[in-house]
């Protein structure tokens, strides 16, 4: 008995999948899932710049470098210079860094959410962004 026919199966190839493609239109954006995205974005900014404004602050502070400016400055302006040397200090470092994280992440949703709508009012008027997507 011949096994032709078993070898002749054994080597053909299954023939590959067709691929699909779809092409979808991106004509809203919702408001509040914008608001909420760009608020997350906004707070993971805010916290570091938070940490990265803290952390230079402790580096120029554990070299030297801070103590070495403070004594520039107390020469150059003599006694006048109490007000600028509090600036300095790890409290008012802080409160600066916390006030700026705090505007960042206020102005950075609301630029996500005017963006949103910016976006929508665009897409109803050009009908919106045509995606393709394919499979493999």
Known sequence: M?????RKMRQSKPAPA???????KLVYIDLW?????SALVALVIALAGLVLNLAVWGILNATGILGA???????ILGEGAGGILALLEFGQVFALSLVSAVINLVSI?????LGALIYNA??????GYLLGFRSN
Do not use: C, E, W
């Not at 011949?2 to 078993?6: E, L, Q, T, V």
């Not at 400016?69 to 020469?75: A, E, R, Y």
């Not at 949703?109 to 959410?113: A, E, F, H």
């Not at 665009?122 to 009908?127: H, K, N």
């Open 2 to 6: 011949s096994d032709a026919p078993a």
């Open 18 to 24: 067709p691929v699909k493609q779809v092409r979808l």
């Open 33 to 37: 899932s914008a608001v909420k995205v």
């Open 69 to 75: 400016l403070q004594g520039v400055i107390t020469d």
């Open 109 to 113: 949703t609301v630029l996500g959410s």
């Open 122 to 127: 665009i897409a109803r008027l050009t009908g």
